[in-house]
Every structure is written in structure tokens, then in C-alpha cells.
């Protein structure tokens, strides 16, 4: 049962002793050592033998054992009541706040937990703050055996106790605070600092409180700045408390303006965004926080898009001026033209191809039919070149007619196949052309012929054989040197008939690319990359086609001059460091001390090492590359030489890729793409120059392109 406790001769112990006690408790800092302190001092004083001190938690939930007195240490850590017991005597004790004897015999719930001195009274005293709403110093002190002099005794050093903990209760908590505010405080700088724009607080008067490091960096300036500095931070200052000053006037609300300011490292002009909201301390008084948003790249950017908006408005006038001359170019040539997509739908034609394979508005059914039929003939002659995947193009005679005569059309048809640098097709075009002339021509001339036959047979029957076959073998010759002409001039034609669309075609892929009509999602980039390239492809291919009419023309102009070889083959190498990059091939030179100056055409000697080093990245899947010159015949010639541990090429194929149009490996499952150009025009570029193109080379073992060309260039006559 809980009984008050009864009331002892007030004794106490000695004021030395008392003294004593108080100078100990505080000169101790830790809780744990100043209560078991006070409880060795109560054993001393008051003949006690056993004792505990039970403080309340930070949460002010539990009391827990935290000194002892002739008690193992875990059973002082493992005493705890909980605070919401209200049945328990210890809580009902520190709730009436003054001392009890409290005996265990019938008043203690086995369910809560006995006492700590087991079957004995105790004493137990609340350790009750000076400041009530303080909960850290409650508690109690529990002593046993319950004797006279233990009353004042322990009542007294429950005062004193209770003091010191409440002070070093105190003392904890400030030293937590000041711990928490440091920290937040650096968590505060650090946060405003990696913020890029800069922050400030000004106060009421406009002087600044806080800024982060790029705040300072524009409005702050040291004793050791240069003075340039130091001027450019006292205008910064200057401009941004005019705005705060205007932003005064304009009320509580958050207010933007535009800011120009200096950049204090360079000088340069700067643009910013100032965003100022005032911000209230009841310490601090009024301020206002600031933060300038850096707009100058911004206002740059819009400039540029608007000039850029501005000339894609110029380019666009100039595409449709240069495609209504493209499609006068196409529609005065006087034979049909056709290119068809890879589905075998027409997607442009000429005029005359207009007239032949397209239904006017106000046709009669027999028009309509006939050029269906054309159509159908067309489709039929052009499916051949689907079907023949090894063929590039296709020549052959097809049987239109006329859709309003309905005359026959006799028509020679020649189509090519425009294919990627993958091998995938992306056109075909078709030149028609009208055989009714040449036929009739080919008739007369039949007859003639005949006639000329059985005169010369009635003169001379022996000599009418001979004189036939000089004449045909003439006209044949005659025939053949057309042929190459015509097929020179139309290579050359065509090629550049095709370049203009595919320069405004590379054009807008690259503005598109660039941004200029807005971001893209990464399918759209993706497909415009795949377009580019295909078209720097079939631009690449035209421009060959080209040079090899050129050259057959006898068109291609030499311009010699002095130039320093080594240079040159460090330049292509340096030129094909990406392909190097993405290959992982060993590439290396080998330059003769004796190789110096050259006099010849450099723009072609450049192209033929370029090709030469290209090929040799493109077959060579590991290994190494190896680009060689030298001086030959006495220093009179130099040689370059390009050797790789590709592929390699047969002795038979050896002399087939120096063709026009042919590869090693010209079957539809072949490995490496390309037109089979590039070793065609080296071979005939060398031969400009007065020098040679040479091969050596074996299956698996790889291949070497040597370059020999005169030292000194001959002028041309």
C-alpha cells in the first residue's frame, strides 16, 4: 500500500558536507555521473543502501533507470514504468508531486512490475524542475531502507538534483539548438550557392544581408581586384538599387524587371530577369529577396531565331525559284522522263511524259484506255529491273502509243536504279526515248544498202563483199563513238540535273536537324539522319559519275603547283580520324626524310590518297593501315602507298576494280556497299597526272595501292 511519508526529525547533514556535494554536481556536465554523485554523497550522509534515480525520456513517455546505488548496472538500465500508467504508485507519486513510503507487500500489480528493491519499503521522492512546462527534469529518487535521517537527506538532494538537472537539461538543449542551427544555416548557404542564379536579402535599406557566391560574384569586390573590377561591382550595385528602389513603389507584391548589368571578369554587357518579393522578420525586420535570372543568352537566342526565321523565308523563295527552273530545265527536254518511288508509283515526270502517261480532265474513254495501256507497259517494262537485282539498270524497247492519235510510239527506254549507300532502292528513273525517226532512218538505210549491194554486185562481184563490210565496219565505228558521246554527255547532264535537288534536299535536312523549325522527337531525328545520308550518298555517287565524264571529255582541268607531300598525307589522315575512331584500326605513316616538294595538281593527288586510305578503313575489319611515301627513279617520282591486312582481292578480280561501276564482289549479298567508282576515277586521275595506279594483293592477306607520279608535273600542251 502507498503511505505518505512520515515526517523525520528535520536532521541534515553537515553545510561542509552539503557544501561539498554542490561544488561536485557542478563541476559534472553529464547527467548519469551527477545524479550517481549525488547518490555515493546520500550513502555517505544518510547510512542509505541502495538507491536509484529514474528520469523521464526526451518524449516524456517512460521513466528509465539512470544511476544506481548497490545495484548492477543492468538492473538499473532495465528499470522503466511508462508515464501512462496512472495506476502505477511511481506515477501516481510524481503526479502528487511530494514524497511517499511505498511498500510492495498488496498494492503492487505483478502485471506493472515490482519495485526496484524488491520486498522492501522505499522512499520515493518526485525531482521536479523550477520551471513546471520543463520536461526533461522530472523524475524520481527511490532509497531504501526507509530510516530518520534519510527523510531530510533526501528530500534535500531532491532539490538540489532537480536543479542541476534541469540546468544541465538546459544546457543540452541549447547546445542542440545552437548544433541544429549551424547546420541549417550552412544547409541554407549551400543551397543558395548551387542555385546558379544569384540570390540576395536586402533590408529596408537596401543594404545587402545574404547573397550566395554568384550574388557576389557580381555585387561584391575585394581589396585585391583590379580596378576595372572594383568599377564594373559599383555600377552592378548601382543598377540593381535603382530597381530595388523602383520595386518599392510598386507594393507587397512580387514584382520582374528586366536588369542589364556588367560582367565584372570581362566587361561584357549582361542581361537579367530581377524577380523581388519582400520577405518579413520579426527579429530582422522588413527585407526583400531577390533573384536575377540570367535572359541574356535568351534574348540572344530569340534575335537569332527571328534572323534565322527570317532567312529560312529567303531560302524557301529561293528553293521554289530554283525548283520552277529545275522543272523548265526538265520540261524542255524533249524526251519523256519518269521517276517512279519503289512501290512503282510515278512521283515526277516532264511534260512530254505528261502527254503520254497522264489522263486529262475532259478525256474520251479511248484517250482514257490508251493511257492505261501506256501505263501498263511502262509498269511491265520497269518491273524488270525490280526483278534483276544484280542489274543497276535496264534497257530495252517498249510499244506506247499516241493517247490522242493513236499512232504507235515506238520508244527506246533506258531506266537506272537510285539506291542507297546500303544497297536499299529508293528510285527509279526512266528516259524514253521516241524510235520512230531512227527507225524510219534505219529502213531508207536498209534499202539503200540493198540497192548499193546489187549495184556494186553487177560491177564487181568480187570487190562488192569488201567495199560492203569497210563501210559497215565504218559506220559501226562511227556509231560506237556516238554512243560514248551520247552516253558521256548524258552522264554529265544528268548529274548535274540531279545535284540541284539534292543540294536543297541536304539543305533542309540540315535546318531541320539544326532546330530551325522546332525540337524533334528522336524517331523524326532519326529518320531525317537516315535521309541526309542517303542523299550525301547518292551525292557522292553523282559527283563521280561526273568526274568520269569529265575526264572521258577530256573536260577535267589540271592545276599544277608546289605543295610538301608529308604535309598532305598527314592532312588525309587527319581528315579520316573519325572512320579511324570507329573502326579501332591501327593506322600509321611511313614518310621518306628524302620526300619534300611536289609539283603537280594537289586537290587530285588528295583525292586519290583519300580514296585509297577510305577503301582500305572500309575492307579491313581488324588489323592495322599503313600510309607510305618515298622518292623512286633517282628522286624524279614520288610514291604513295597504301597498305592494309584487309580482305585482300584475287588475282582475277585484280584488274575489274579499276572499272567503272564494278566491285570485287558485285553479288547482291555482298558485305561492303559502294558504286564502284572511286578505284575507276583514281586509275584515271593518276593517268592525268602522268603517273600510274598499281595493285598488289592476295585473298586474306590483304592489299597495297600504290600512287606513282612525276616529282616535276608536265605542263599540258
Known amino acids: ?212 557566391a554568384r550574388a557576389e560574384f557580381l555585387l561584391a569586390s575585394r581589396d585585391d581586384d583590379s580596378e576595372g573590377r572594383r568599377r564594373a561591382v559599383a555600377l552592378n550595385n548601382m543598377l540593381f538599387s535603382s530597381a530595388l528602389w523602383r520595386r518599392g513603389w510598386e507594393g507587397s507584391e512580387p514584382s520582374r ?124 517494262f520497269v518491273a524488270n529491273l525490280y526483278l534483276a537485282v544484280d542489274e543497276l539498270r535496264w534497257r530495252g524497247d517498249i510499244g506506247l502509243v499516241d493517247p490522242v492519235t493513236a499512232a504507235p510510239l515506238p520508244v527506246e527506254a533506258v531506266s537506272g536504279k537510285l539506291v542507297s549507300e546500303r544497297g536499299e532502292l529508293i528510285a527509279i528513273a526512266t528516259i524514253l526515248h521516241d524510235r520512230t525517226e531512227e527507225m524510219e532512218k534505219a529502213r531508207l538505210y536498209a534499202e539503200l544498202k540493198r540497192a548499193s549491194e546489187q549495184l556494186q554486185q553487177r560491177v564487181h562481184e568480187a570487190t562488192s ?72 550518298h547518292l551525292l557522292a555517287i553523282i559527283n563521280d559519275i561526273l568526274d568520269i565524264a569529265r575526264i572521258e571529255a577530256g573536260k577535267m582541268p589540271l592545276h599544277p603547283g608546289e605543295f610538301r607531300v608529308p604535309e598532305l598525307v598527314k592532312e588525309v589522315v587527319a581528315e579520316v580520324e573519325p572512320l579511324i575512331a570507329r573502326s579501332g584500326l591501327t593506322v600509321t605513316t611511313e614518310l621518306d626524310p628524302r620526300v619534300g616538294e611536289a609539283r603537280s595538281d594537289r586537290q587530285k593527288v588528295k583525292q586519290i590518297v583519300l580514296n585509297l586510305l577510305t577503301n582500305a578503313l572500309k575492307f579491313t575489319p581488324v588489323g592495322s593501315v599503313c600510309v607510305s611515301a618515298r622518292c623512286v627513279a633517282a628522286g624524279d617520282a614520288v610514291e604513295i602507298a597504301v597498305r592494309d591486312t584487309g580482305i585482300g582481292i584475287s588475282p582475277e578480280d585484280q584488274e575489274r576494280v579499276f572499272e567503272d561501276f564494278r566491285q570485287a564482289d558485285n553479288s547482291p549479298t555482298r558485305q561492303y556497299g559502294g558504286a564502284g567508282l572511286g578505284l575507276a576515277i583514281c586509275r584515271r586521275l593518276a593517268t592525268m597526272l602522268g603517273g600510274q595506279m598499281t595493285l598488289t594483293s592476295a585473298l586474306g592477306q590483304g592489299s597495297t595501292f600504290t600512287l606513282l607520279f612525276p616529282r616535276r608535273a608536265r605542263r599540258r600542251s
Open 1 to 212: 500500500m502507498i503511505e505518505p511519508a512520515p515526517l523525520p526529525p528535520p536532521v541534515l547533514p553537515s553545510a561542509e558536507s552539503r557544501l561539498a556535494l554542490a561544488e561536485d554536481l557542478l563541476r559534472t556536465q553529464d547527467p548519469v555521473e551527477c545524479a550517481q554523485h549525488a547518490l555515493e554523497w546520500l550513502r555517505a550522509a544518510a547510512d542509505i543502501r541502495q538507491a536509484l534515480v529514474a528520469l523521464s525520456d526526451a518524449e516524456g513517455t517512460r521513466l528509465s533507470g539512470t544511476a544506481g546505488l548497490a545495484m548492477p548496472a543492468s538492473r538499473v538500465r532495465g528499470f522503466s514504468v511508462a508515464l501512462d500508467d496512472r495506476e502505477h504508485p511511481l506515477v501516481k507519486t510524481l503526479e502528487a508531486g511530494e514524497a511517499r513510503v511505498l511498500t510492495p507487500e498488496a498494492s503492487i500489480d505483478r502485471a506493472r512490475g515490482a519495485l526496484p528493491f524488491g520486498r522492501f519499503p522505499c522512499l520515493a521522492v518526485p525531482l521536479v524542475a523550477e520551471d513546471p512546462s520543463d520536461p526533461d527534469a522530472v523524475g524520481l529518487l527511490l532509497v531504501a531502507p526507509v530510516t530518520p535521517p534519510a527523510g531530510p537527506a533526501t528530500r534535500w538532494l531532491a532539490g538540489v538534483l532537480s536543479a542541476r538537472l534541469s540546468a544541465l537539461a538546459r544546457i543540452r538543449r541549447l547546445v542542440d539548438t545552437e548544433r541544429r542551427l549551424r547546420r541549417d544555416r550552412g544547409l541554407l548557404h549551400s543551397i543558395i550557392n548551387a542555385v546558379p542564379d544569384p540570390i540576395t536579402l536586402t533590408d529596408d535599406e537596401g543594404r545587402i544581408v545574404i547573397a550566395n
Open 257 to 380: 524587371h528586366e536588369l542589364p548589368l556588367v560582367d565584372p571578369s570581362d566587361g561584357s554587357a549582361m542581361l537579367f530577369e530581377l524577380i523581388s518579393a519582400p520577405a518579413g522578420d520579426p527579429d530582422a525586420g522588413a527585407g526583400v529577396v531577390s533573384i536575377l535570372r540570367n535572359v541574356t543568352d535568351l534574348r540572344r537566342a530569340t534575335e537569332e531565331i527571328e534572323e534565322n526565321y527570317r532567312r529560312l523565308r529567303v531560302a524557301e523563295a529561293d528553293v521554289r525559284a530554283e525548283r520552277d527552273r529545275l522543272d523548265l530545265i526538265i520540261d524542255s527536254v524533249a524526251d519523256p522522263i519518269l521517276v517512279a518511288d519503289p512501290g512503282g508509283t510515278i512521283i515526277l515526270m516532264n511534260a512530254p511524259a505528261e502527254r503520254l502517261f497522264t489522263i486529262p480532265a475532259d478525256a474520251e474513254a479511248e484517250v482514257a484506255q490508251r493511257v492505261r495501256a501506256n501505263d501498263a507497259h511502262f509498269s511491265s
Open 465 to 536: 563483199e569488201l567495199v560492203r563490210q569497210n563501210e559497215l565496219l565504218r559506220r559501226q565505228h562511227i556509231e560506237l563513238e556516238q554512243a560514248s558521246a551520247l552516253k558521256t554527255q548524258f552522264l554529265a547532264n544528268m548529274s548535274h540535273e540531279f545535284r540541284t535537288p539534292l543540294n536543297a534536299i541536304l539543305g533542309y535536312t540540315s535546318m531541320l536537324l539544326q532546330g530551325v523549325s522546332g525540337s524533334m522527337l528522336p524517331p523524326q531525328r532519326k529518320n531525317l539522319d537516315r535521309v541526309e545520308s542517303n542523299a550525301r
